[in-house]
Structures are given as structure tokens and as C-alpha cells.
């Protein structure tokens, strides 16, 4: 089992923050533990970021608290009455983030015994306001997250995987008149590793920089997506495309495929190849710095395949045909997307390694 630096960092928090209020005989000292759980953030910057916010939370919902305490009593429906009051302040100050914080001190005070009321709440006050404190130095001080590098590395490799699926699913595209059977098997692993990218990005867009080129970053995970999404779609109608090429009733002559077709083939070949050679150039181009090429599709391919496309539409007919050209136009506009994304984000320049 893995244990992450966070789920460290939180068991050194809940025990310094016990100590701390052992030390100073502040009871409970479960309070303290509870509240450096509910203020460890995933990111330093989120936590320094969203410190103020939680110190002011804590002091709204302890003077919300105590006043109702004092002139309604500490009956469960006046803490529910408490909760409710405590969110719906939040969100109107724009304190969201400190929700969590908020109901807790209520619930933590408003707990206290009728008997010594006051001084029950501020010892309570002052355990939770604790465990925030310990929450921060140590989110600080121990272990710092460094999602930003894990993510630049997670992308390189994602990106490189990703497009590596696509193209193979553009080969066995073009190969299906000589496959006899093919099984598309959805792409699990890259597909959990996208959302684990994405999870990251999450975490490190707090700490990214104007010079981090966060905006490659989006697109790159846009492009790996649409790599994964795309290519998958291309395997499901190739699977079915095979299926129908070596069906009994399939209408093909004993060759399998006309000169014309074979033409056609030969072309989404050459694409798949130049999209390779972009593949590379951008995998490349996320590490080393390059200057933006501004390169526009590339119309001389394409005017290549319409007219390779409508020499072949002329020598077929019937829906068997209609269908394959169909899939043949499906594939031809998942490439041209894959070409100008590629071209695009090369175009965005290298990820700043520096630091991360």
C-alpha cells in the first residue's frame, strides 16, 4: 500500500497539534486533531492562499456561535439553525472554502455543557483555531507538495502514450482489409492515467506561474484526451469494419480492395506518417525551447486525398461502399484535428522546468 507525503504529513499534524494541547491543557484535544484533518491542503500556496479566509471563518462562526449559545441555548436545532447561518454567510462573503472550518467550530461550540458555557467554548475555540495553525506550519515546513513537476512529468509521458494509441489505431484502420477478426479493447490504463494528470493539474494549478506556460499544459491534456477519446472511437468502428469486410455476404471481390481503394489507403498512410513525425517533434518540443513555426495545415495533402477520395467514389456504389467512405471521411477529419492541435500546441513553446 502507498502512502502518500500528505497522508504522512496529516499523522505528524494530528499528533504535534495533541501534543500542543497537552502541553498547554487545552481540552479536548480530539478538537485540535479534527481540525488539522478538516485544514491540511493538497498545495502550499492553496494553503497559505486560503489562510486568512479560514481564520476569518473560524472567528465569524465563534462569535455566531457564542451569541446564539448565550441567548438560544445549545439544543440541536439551534446548532442546525447555526450550520445554516454559518453557510449561507460564507458564501455570501465569498468564503466557500471555509465551509468545512465554519461548521465545525459550530458544532464543536455550540456542543459545549450549559454549566460554564463561555469558558467551554473558548477553550473549544482555541483547540480548533490550533489545529488550523499546526494545519499551516506544517503543510509548510514538512514535505511541501510538488505537484507542478510531477505533472510536467505525468504530461511528457501521457502525451507521448497517447498519441502513440491514436496512430496505432490509425494503422490498424488502414490494415483492416487484411485482418480477419479485431477486438477494440477500450484503453483503461491510459485513460485512468489521464484523469490522474488531470487530478494533478488540479492540485498544481495554485502553484503554476506565468512562466509555468500553464496554457500548454491545458491544451496538452486536451490533445491527450482527444488522443484517447478519438483513437478508441477509431478502434470501435474499425472492429466493426472488419467484421463486415469478412461477413459471408460482404460483396468484395476475391482481392479484397480496387487499385483506387489501395490509392486511398496509401494516402491516410502518408498522414499517419507526417502526423508521427509531429508526434515526435512535439515530445521533443515540451522539453527543449523552439520558436513557434506558425505552420498551417498542410493543403497540399489534402488536396492530395480529396482528389484520391473522388477518383475511388467514382469506380463504387451501393451502401456497402457509401459506408466505408463514411469511415474513411471519419478518419480523415480525426487526422487533420490531430494535425492542427499538434501544430498548435507546438507552437505554445517548451514547459519552464526550472524548479519544478
Not at 499546526?134 to 505533472?151: D, Q, S, T, Y
Request: aromatic residues 8%; glycine residues 8%.
Amino acid at each position: 500500500m502507498f502512502v502518500g507525503a500528505r497522508i504522512i504529513k496529516t499523522g505528524i499534524a494530528v499528533a504535534l497539534a495533541m501534543y500542543l494541547c497537552k502541553l498547554f491543557h487545552i481540552e479536548p484535544a480530539i478538537f485540535a486533531a479534527i481540525s488539522v484533518v478538516v485544514n491540511m491542503q493538497p498545495s502550499v500556496r492553496k494553503a497559505l492562499h486560503n489562510a486568512w479566509e479560514q481564520v476569518w471563518v473560524h472567528l465569524l462562526s465563534i462569535i455566531l456561535a457564542v451569541l446564539m449559545g448565550l441567548t438560544l441555548g445549545t439544543s440541536p436545532m439551534v446548532t442546525g439553525l447555526a450550520v445554516i447561518l454559518i453557510i449561507l454567510l460564507c458564501n455570501r462573503l465569498g468564503w466557500s472554502g471555509g465551509i468545512t472550518v465554519g461548521v465545525v467550530t459550530i458544532v464543536f461550540i455550540l456542543d459545549s455543557p450549559v454549566n460554564g458555557f463561555l469558558t467551554h467554548a473558548g477553550i473549544r475555540s482555541l483547540a480548533v483555531f490550533l489545529g488550523l495553525v499546526v494545519a499551516l506550519v506544517v503543510n509548510r515546513i514538512l514535505l511541501p507538495p510538488e505537484h507542478k513537476g510531477k505533472l510536467f512529468y505525468e504530461l511528457e509521458r501521457l502525451f507521448r502514450d497517447a498519441s502513440i494509441y491514436f496512430l496505432d489505431r490509425l494503422i490498424t484502420f488502414i490494415s483492416s482489409a487484411s485482418l480477419e477478426s479485431f477486438s477494440a479493447e477500450p484503453p483503461l490504463e491510459l485513460l485512468q492515467r489521464l484523469e490522474g494528470a488531470m487530478d494533478l493539474f488540479e492540485h498544481a494549478r495554485e502553484e503554476l506561474t506565468e512562466r509555468d506556460n500553464a496554457l500548454l499544459v491545458e491544451r496538452g491534456l486536451e490533445i491527450c484526451r482527444g488522443f484517447i477519446e478519438r483513437g478508441q472511437n477509431i478502434g470501435e468502428m474499425t472492429a466493426q469494419r472488419v467484421q463486415r469486410l469478412n461477413a459471408p455476404d460482404s460483396p468484395l471481390p476475391e482481392n479484397r480492395m480496387s487499385s483506387e481503394f489501395e490509392t486511398m489507403l496509401n494516402v491516410l498512410l502518408d498522414g499517419e506518417r507526417n502526423l508521427g513525425v509531429w508526434a515526435r517533434k512535439v515530445s521533443i518540443g515540451l522539453n527543449q525551447p523552439h520558436a513557434a513555426e506558425k505552420v498551417g495545415e498542410d493543403t497540399g495533402y489534402w488536396a492530395e486525398f480529396d482528389q484520391v477520395m473522388d477518383s475511388w467514389q467514382r469506380t463504387v456504389s451501393g451502401v456497402f461502399y457509401l459506408r466505408a467512405m463514411m469511415e474513411i471521411a471519419v478518419v480523415a477529419t480525426e487526422m487533420r484535428w490531430a494535425e492542427r492541435r499538434m501544430k498548435a500546441l507546438f507552437d505554445l513553446g517548451p514547459l519552464n522546468r526550472e524548479k519544478a
